[in-house]
C-alpha cells in the first residue's frame, strides 16, 4: 500500500519491502514464514518458486538477506518454467522441521527518504528506477489517490522485465549489462534502486549482483512514500 507519505517522516520503515513493521518481532516473523518455506535441511541454499519468473522470487530474497540468511537462491525463469518443462509438483501441506535462526539485521542495504532527500542535492549514489517507463516520465499517472507523476530527480529508468529473456529467465553477461548500460548506469558507483513501493527494485538488485555488484541498496518507500508526500521535489520526462 502506498499511504506513508511525508508523516512518518525518514526513519527505517520497512513495511514495504518485508511486510513487516521493523523491530525483532518483525523480523522473527518474517524469518519464521520465509525459512519454512525455503526449507534450510535442504543441502543447497534455499530456492523458492515465485510469480511467472524469477523477479518476484528475488522480492523473497532481499529481506532475507537483510535478516541474515545470506545463502539463499532463485530458481531461474520461476515456477512457470517448471511447470513449462513438466516437472513434478506437489500439493498439499508439507512438514518440516523446527530449526533455530538467530534474527539480526543489516539496514546498510536500505535506504530513507531523509536519505534519498540528501542524495538528491549530493549525487553520492546513482538511483534507477524499475517502474514502466511511462510511470517514470509521468506520462502514466500512478492509480493510487494522491499519488503525484513522474520520478525522483537525477534518476534513470530501467523498467526491470528489461533484465529477463522472453521465457522468463534472467538474462546473463553482456545482455545483461546492455540493460543497465542502455540505462546510463555505471555499475562501478555506488546505487540504490527504487520502484513503485520498494518490491521490483530488488529485482535491479539482483541484476546488478548477477554482474558481480553485490552492495545495491534499495529505497524501501519508494514512490509509495515519495510520490505522496508534497514536499518532496519530483521530476516528468525522461532522465
Known amino acids: 500500500g502506498g ?13 514495504h519491502l518485508l511486510g513487516v513493521e521493523e523491530g525483532r518481532e518483525g523480523g522473527e516473523r518474517l524469518m519464521g514464514l520465509r525459512l ?14 515465485e510469480g511467472e519468473h524469477a523477479g518476484g522470487g528475488q522480492q523473497q530474497r532481499q529481506p532475507l538477506k537483510l535478516f541474515g540468511a545470506h545463502d539463499v537462491a532463485l530458481l531461474d525463469g520461476g515456477l512457470a518454467k517448471w511447470k513449462a518443462e513438466g516437472r513434478p509438483l506437489e500439493m498439499g501441506k508439507q512438514t518440516l522441521r523446527h530449526r533455530h535462526f538467530t534474527v539480526w539485521r543489516d539496514a546498510k542495504a536500505v535506504r530513507t527518504k531523509d ?20 510511470r517514470f516520465t509521468g506520462e ?16 534513470r ?5 528489461q533484465l529477463f529473456n522472453d521465457d522468463g529467465t534472467w538474462k ?10 542502455a540505462a546510463g548506469i555505471d555499475l562501478d558507483k555506488p546505487l540504490v534502486a ?11 538488485a539482483f541484476g546488478a549482483h548477477l554482474l558481480g555488484k ?9 514512490w509509495s512514500e515519495w510520490g505522496a508526500d508534497a514536499a518532496t521535489p519530483k521530476a516528468t520526462g525522461a532522465a
Not at 499511504?3 to 513495511?15: D, I, M, N, V, Y
Not at 529508468?157 to 522485465?161: I, T
Open 140 to 155: 502514466e499517472r500512478d492509480p493510487r489517490p494522491g499519488m503525484a507523476p513522474g520520478h525522483i530527480p537525477g534518476s
Open 172 to 181: 546473463q553477461g553482456d545482455a545483461l549489462k546492455a540493460a543497465f548500460d
Open 194 to 204: 527504487t520502484c513503485g513501493s520498494g518490491m521490483t527494485a530488488t529485482v535491479l
Open 115 to 134: 536519505q534519498m532527500l540528501a542524495n538528491v542535492d549530493g549525487g553520492t549514489e546513482q538511483v534507477v528506477d524499475a517502474r514502466p517507463a511511462a
Open 214 to 222: 553485490d552492495d545495491v541498496a534499495v529505497y524501501d518507500g519508494s
Open 36 to 49: 519454512a518455506l525455503a526449507q534450510p535441511e535442504a543441502p543447497r541454499p534455499p530456492r523458492k518458486p
Open 3 to 15: 499511504g506513508r507519505g511525508g508523516g512518518r517522516g525518514g526513519g527505517l520503515h520497512l513495511e
Open 157 to 161: 529508468s530501467l523498467p526491470h522485465g
